[in-house]
């Protein structure tokens, strides 16, 4: 659906400053149809104006975008049909009633007039907000101005949906009504390219991600390949059903087991093995007495893994 090749902006930096800011640095991306695909990064890394080049909104200094296997730079009005967008820091208008402000997009986009009314309340309905098709848009809380701007981001039926830090300034149960609606979303046929800086919140949603800082990818693909193939620190943790057998020594007797600590009747290690190893290792502390009643994996975080490809632990 994405293709990105080599794809670098620079900005000219003040005058009086020599020298130029780069803020996307020979970027080679693929976003599959279908996907939840992630771009995460900290604030300033570079993921609005990835997708400014992407929606065709700004032109790359080099390299070439594709969306839908259209270039956008030479023919982007015809790639941008393909794409529904919420910046950011999006505007709304206040003083519109919420059917008005999502018509007033639909007519932007060209739609049938005919169908236009129909369309408006269908997508209205689809964002959850049919109790307030005759609201002033003033009075819609921040959730549901989100979601007002996602409905006018797909009227017009875009196969592609890009969001730029959309969960940015929403309260809790705002966040969850979100990502559940974008997984909805997806599952209807929509291909997401969303940007975040609170990685859990796209740790949850997303096939795939990208890492990126300063400008440059540091990890991209699925979510699980990228998780394992930073070298990912491998924590299990192993709980007793009753007290009696001395786990946590008997783990640090094991080959390959580090880091141990046991805390009443559970043990967690450090175990760099595979599944079945991992499997042999609890069968033979089962057979050896250890009344084993639980195993359970930590998962290293997105939060973790960004920490450490930041700071050059895992290149």
């Given amino acids: 659906m994405i293709h990105l090749e080599n794809v670098t902006k620079e900005y000219d930096l003040p005058t009086g400053k020599a020298g130029q800011l780069v ?3 020979r970027l080679t991306l693929e976003v599959p149809a279908g996907e939840v695909f992630g771009l995460v990064g900290p604030n300033g890394a570079g993921k609005t104006t990835t997708l400014k080049m992407v929606c065709g909104l700004m032109l790359p200094t080099a390299g070439r975008i594709t969306v839908n296997n259209i270039d956008v730079e030479h023919n982007a009005e015809e790639a941008q049909q393909y794409i529904g967008y919420l910046a950011d820091f999006f ?4 003083d519109l009633k919420a059917w008005e402000y999502v018509e007033y997009f639909a007519l932007a986009y060209k739609l049938e007039p005919a169908n236009v009314r129909d369309r408006v309340r269908e997508v209205i309905g689809l964002m959850g907000l049919e109790t307030k098709f005759d609201a002033m848009v003033g009075s819609l809380s921040r959730g549901m101005k989100q979601r007002l701007g996602i409905a006018r981001a797909i009227v017009h039926d875009p196969p592609l949906l890009v969001l730029d830090e959309p969960a940015s300034g929403l309260d809790p149960k705002a966040r969850l009504e979100l990502k559940e609606l974008l997984r909805r979303l997806n599952r209807e046929g929509k291909t997401v390219f969303i940007t975040s800086h609170v990685l859990s919140d796209l740790e949850e949603i997303c096939t795939s991600l990208a890492i990126m800082e300063k400008g440059k990818l540091l990890r991209v693909g699925k979510i699980g390949d990228v998780m394992r193939g930073a070298g990912r620190t491998r924590r ?9 057998f001395a786990l946590g ?5 094991r080959p390959g087991v580090s880091e141990v600590k046991e805390a009443g009747l559970e043990a967690e290690m450090v175990f760099p093995g595979t599944d079945s190893e991992l499997a042999a290792l609890v069968r033979d502390a089962v057979n050896v007495g250890a009344p084993v009643c639980g195993v359970e994996e930590k998962v290293e975080t997105l939060e973790a893994l960004f920490s450490r490809l930041s700071s050059g632990e895992v290149m």
């Fill in 23 to 25: 803020a996307a640095d």
């Fill in 91 to 94: 505007s709304v208008y206040d």
């Fill in 236 to 244: 299990v943790r192993i709980k007793l059903a009753a007290a009696g």
């Fill in 249 to 253: 020594a008997w783990l640090a007797g």
